[in-house]
């Protein structure tokens, strides 16, 4: 078994830490001046990141001023599932202690942006208040639980949200450090020993890295399954649930120019049976808690272990960690990526509406109050929201006689419904970067529009635009929005300039590749126009783009490059 001795900085801090106390009390205390790297680094175990306005850094440097520091807080909430009235407390701590907007995560969680020091610990003790928490929405530990968030009242889809929940509080952090710190619990206090031992699960040092669960059926792989630590797919016959396939070793995290970093998806390991569901998923974060690489955070992450072991390796120590052997993975059908957008029936009366929101921002821009009117209609007719892993949101439990008014209130605002959205701006994911990530090298969410403007343009050139296709932009290589699944990828590389991905199909079973590096924001549309050509000329029927680029092979889509970006030859004198 590998050592979990701390043998980093970052080992230390969480060892140290007291069950993730620290000296978080002490410097919350202190609203003037930012946390230190200790603090830093155990705030994300509390749902918050501590970073500064990017925008304004420069300025207020040469005027000799401190950067304006702020936080980034993220709501754990398993499957996306919310109640009417916490939604609405959410929406009121946006305006009271935030930025005025609310941001859904790729991964079915709420973010807010722009918090300051002053008003943390209200914040979250305002969403604590709502029923929810914070903790373990970020660090070296099991973060958010997503599924499918289809409200369906069928067996499966009441099974998927079930079983997230379950999961969701089976692997949260034992520690009673949040509470004292963010909900006015009994302080500890220093010389005294904590009260509550090591964590059972995570140990004193918890992770090497983060951990992600998701649980999703072929039918629907909206989640993106394959790209966390642990994917669960249940298996069903007959109406019954047989047990659950365990994919495990997904991540998307790589380093520009470093090989020995790289996206992985999930492979077949295990199959479990159901009733182990639990203690199962609990040993693989036992495998990673034991074996993860606790020197290099580069190379830390489970898909490592699993890549460079293997699948059998990986199920022999499950099977050790459970106490009963267990079989291979059994057989899966193909995966499907169902649109969620529009209007769909539950099953049981009732209606469900997908609204697209765009990069996750729920706001009131100039041409569409997308959050007032979001506000009204949860007020007026007590829908429950549910985040979608596309970053927009449903309303769920709308009764037939409320969907003629509540579209009224949405056009009435301006919010352009799914209808209206051609697939490059609907199936377009894009993460915060610029100005509130500090590991941002360039723009995303900020240039969502132009991007998908210029690829939706070259599109309609050659008659594709109404082709689905992924589209997945991020500030940087760490892959928030899943960028190395999509049928394109485009990756910050530096300021104004992207690294730019194809191959990876729809449904996201398949990794894409490398196109071309170094692109700057505004060729990006150009880069593309070629490849979009040769796809109109030369696809299979129902073949999507990223299928395209897959079969045809990068060396063909680099001449097609080639030849579109040679120097043409002047003309004879």
Not at 341 to 364: C, N
Request: charge should be neutral; proline fraction near 7%; hydrophobic fraction near 40%.
């Amino acid at each position: 078994m590998a050592t979990i001795e701390p043998i980093s900085k970052a080992e230390a801090v969480k060892q140290n830490s007291r069950q993730l106390r620290g000296h978080l009390a002490r410097d919350l205390a202190d609203p003037a001046n930012p946390f230190d790297k200790e603090g830093y680094s155990l705030l994300k175990f509390h749902g918050v990141y501590q970073g500064y306005d990017r925008d304004s850094a420069t300025q207020l440097k040469q005027r000799g001023e401190s950067k304006l520091w702020q936080f980034m807080v993220r709501v754990r909430i398993p499957g996306g599932r919310l109640k009417a009235a916490q939604y609405l407390a959410l929406d009121a701590i946006a305006d009271r202690w935030a930025d005025g907007t609310l941001r859904v995560t790729a991964r079915q969680s709420i973010q807010f942006h722009g918090v300051v020091k002053a008003g943390l610990k209200v914040a979250i003790g305002e969403i604590n208040r709502a029923l929810l928490t914070t903790l373990a929405a970020c660090g070296d530990v099991v973060r958010t639980v997503t599924t499918s968030p289809a409200p369906i009242r069928d067996p499966v889809h009441q099974r998927l949200e079930s079983d997230a929940r379950r999961l969701s509080a089976h692997l949260l952090p034992s520690t009673r450090a949040y509470h004292e710190i963010w909900v006015d619990g009994e302080q500890w206090r220093a010389g005294e020993a904590p009260e509550d031992p090591p964590d059972a699960l995570y140990g004193a040092c918890y992770l090497p890295r983060k951990f992600k669960v998701g649980v999703a059926t072929p039918e629907d792989n909206t989640i993106d399954v394959l790209t966390n630590d642990l994917a669960i797919v249940p298996l069903w016959e007959d109406g019954r649930l047989t047990g659950y396939n365990f994919l495990i070793g997904g991540g998307h995290g790589m380093t520009h120019n470093n090989p020995k970093t790289y996206p992985r998806l999930a492979s077949p390991v295990a199959f479990v049976e159901a009733g182990d569901l639990l203690e199962a998923a609990a040993a693989v974060v036992k495998l990673h808690r034991d074996w993860g690489d606790r020197v290099n955070r580069r190379h830390a992450r489970l898909k490592y272990v699993v890549a460079e072991r293997g699948e059998t390796w990986a199920r022999e120590r499950l099977a050790e960690y459970l106490g009963k052997p267990l079989e291979p993975a059994r057989p899966l059908p193909p995966f499907a990526v169902p649109d969620h957008l529009g209007w769909h029936p539950q099953g049981d009366g009732k209606f469900y509406l997908g609204v697209p929101v765009a990069s996750g921002r729920i706001d009131d821009g100039d041409g569409s109050r997308l959050r007032s009117a979001l506000r009204a209609i949860i007020t007026e007719f007590g829908c429950d929201p549910i985040l979608m892993p596309s970053q927009d949101i449903i309303l769920s439990e709308v009764r037939p006689e409320h969907i003629a008014p509540i579209e009224a209130m949405l056009r009435a605002h301006g919010v352009r419904l799914n209808a209206e959205l051609l697939p490059a701006e609907r199936w377009a994911l894009a993460c915060p970067a610029l100005p509130t990530c500090g590991l941002a090298l360039t723009e995303a969410e900020r240039v969502r529009a132009d991007i998908v403007g210029q690829i939706g343009e070259r599109l309609a050139r050659y008659g594709l635009e109404h082709e689905r296709l992924s589209i997945r932009i991020t500030g940087c290589p760490n892959g928030c929005a899943r960028p190395y699944n999509g049928d394109i990828g485009i990756v910050g590389r530096m300021p104004g300039y992207y690294a730019l991905f194809v191959g990876g199909d729809f449904a996201g079973t398949r990794l894409n590749a490398l196109l071309a590096d170094r692109v700057a924001l505004a060729d990006i549309g150009a880069t593309f126009d070629p490849l979009f050509a040769f796809y109109a000329a030369e696809r299979a029927a129902g073949e999507g783009f990223g299928d395209f680029c897959h079969r045809v092979g990068m060396t063909a889509l680099q001449q097609r490059l080639a030849h579109r970006f040679a120097p043409r030859p002047h003309a004879a004198d």
